[in-house]
């Protein structure tokens, strides 16, 4: 996949401000920020499901929670009102993080539109390159963070999610997410979810 040296300067940026989260995960035998390991594996994802993607849709997977530990989940209300608010928070909370950098690093004003309208996942379903991000999201999900995620809820829960982020993905979304390194369980609890 092509990188301009403007793009690969943004990564750069991106992966710095990044590189900042206190919160680490093991990966490889070393403790690296989360929020740095979850961008470079929306990029891998990126360049794995659409190796044709425009510049700014991969700008956009590089920062989709750009430093989002500084507005933790639980300065919001715990329940589903305070979810949905928290999530509108942190689309435009990304998105001005993201203009910040790009225009630092000299983006013209279509490119950081086009990056914000990909940020705030505007016309799910409609526009194709949101659909890509949003595809791309929900197979970073699945092949990383769902099992830790499966731990901490009951198994209605865990098929309303499945069934959710099924819902989300397009039907290219949907093929690559049954090719998936998964382990038994999960791929059980996928096929619950979908027969329901």
């Known amino acids: 996949m092509a990188r301009s040296d403007k793009m690969l300067k943004a990564f750069q940026l991106f992966d710095e401000?990044?590189?900042k989260d206190p919160n680490k995960e093991e990966f490889?035998?070393?403790?690296?920020p989360k929020e740095l390991l979850y961008a470079m594996r929306m990029t891998d994802r990126l360049e794995s499901f659409d190796s044709q993607a425009s510049e700014p849709l991969q700008l956009t997977a590089r920062c989709q929670h750009i430093c989002r530990w500084e507005i933790p989940r639980d300065?919001?209300?715990?329940?589903?009102?305070?979810?949905?608010?928290?999530?509108?928070?942190?689309k435009k909370f990304h998105a001005g993080k993201a203009s910040e950098i790009l225009n630092r690093v000299g983006y013209d004003e279509e490119t950081i539109k086009k990056v914000v309208f990909l940020l705030e996942k505007k016309q799910l379903k409609k526009n194709e390159e949101t659909q890509t991000l949003e595809d791309v999201i929900c197979l970073v999900?699945?092949?990383?963070y769902f099992e830790p995620f499966m731990q901490k809820h009951d198994t209605s829960k865990l098929i309303g999610i499945l069934q959710k982020t099924w819902q989300k993905m397009s039907a290219k979304g949907q093929q690559e997410a049954l090719k998936l390194p998964?382990?038994?369980v999960t791929l059980d609890l996928i096929s619950k979810a979908l027969q329901n």
């Open 17 to 19: 401000a990044n590189g």
């Open 28 to 32: 490889e035998g070393r403790l690296i």
């Open 75 to 90: 300065s919001y209300e715990m329940n589903r009102v305070g979810y949905l608010k928290w999530r509108q928070e942190l």
């Open 141 to 144: 999900f699945l092949e990383f």
């Open 182 to 184: 998964l382990s038994k």
